[in-house]
T-cell receptor, first 111, second 113 residues
Framework: DAKTTQPPSMDCAEGRAANLPCNHSTISGNEYVYWYRQIHSQGPQYIIHGLKNNETNEMASLIITEDRKSSTLILPHATLRDTAVYYCIVMLTDSWGKLQFGAGTQVVVTP | DVKVTQSSRYLVKRTGEKVFLECVQDMDHENMFWYRQDPGLGLRLIYFSYDVKMKEKGDIPEGYSVSREKKERFSLILESASTNQTSMYLC????????????FGSGTRLTVV
């Protein structure tokens, strides 16, 4: 499975867009990019995933570069409740669904 | 609201005790997982199950066993608890149709003294 690189931390002002980068230069053609987040003292929460095309849901947008070597998770209007550790995970899809979590990015949204 | 429920939020056990951590999901998911989370080490997969009575070792199965007698319930067993098993334990489930779309429980913080 491809390895990901994320910045250890980043700050974001409330109400602004938060752009979270993730590098996955060794990703293979059939590996998906998944994003999860973990708010303090809670279990991780699924956000979004994609293969090649950009994706959007009610929580966030996922932009994947054309060469698929990097991606960006966008929280369009960050709130204080978005303060969390965000995990970018690249996985080959199989029916077992074994996720491997890295260190993630600690995002702090400030007033 | 769909849910993964872990039986205890906080648990304190003595060294050598047999400990059962229970996890129940109400989404009819085939896959269930047990992770532990420690500062600086992140989330590590202990065991997972993709069907009733089926189990597979994760990355750190030593000192643990699991049981899945019913589809909705996945139990983690510490045969003889040790202090290095003090940790946050997280259960998750996912559907075979969306295997990486996990739903996690709130976690059990286990302290072994």
């Amino acid at each position: 499975d491809a390895k990901t690189t994320q910045p250890p931390s980043m700050d974001c002002a409330e109400g602004r867009a938060a752009n979270l980068p993730c590098n996955h230069s060794t990703i293979s053609g059939n590996e998906y990019v998944y994003w999860y987040r973990q708010i303090h003292s809670q279990g991780p929460q699924y956000i979004i995933h994609g293969l090649k095309n950009n994706e959007t849901n009610e929580m966030a947008s996922l932009i994947i570069t054309e060469d698929r070597k990097s991606s960006t998770l966008i929280l369009p209007h960050a709130t204080l409740r978005d303060t969390a550790v965000y995990y970018c995970i690249v996985m080959l899809t199989d029916s077992w669904g074994k996720l491997q979590f890295g260190a993630g990015t600690q995002v702090v949204v400030t007033p | 609201d769909v849910k993964v429920t872990q039986s205890s939020r906080y648990l304190v056990k003595r060294t050598g005790e047999k400990v059962f951590l229970e996890c129940v999901q109400d989404m009819d998911h085939e896959n269930m997982f047990w992770y532990r989370q420690d500062p600086g080490l992140g989330l590590r997969l202990i065991y997972f199950s993709y069907d009733v009575k089926m189990k597979e070792k994760g990355d750190i199965p030593e000192g643990y066993s699991v049981s899945r007698e019913k589809k909705e319930r996945f139990s983690l067993i510490l045969e003889s608890a040790s202090t290095n098993q003090t940790s946050m334990y997280l259960c998750a489930s996912s559907s075979r149709l969306a295997p990486y779309g996990y739903t996690f429980g709130s976690g059990t913080r286990l302290t072994v003294v």
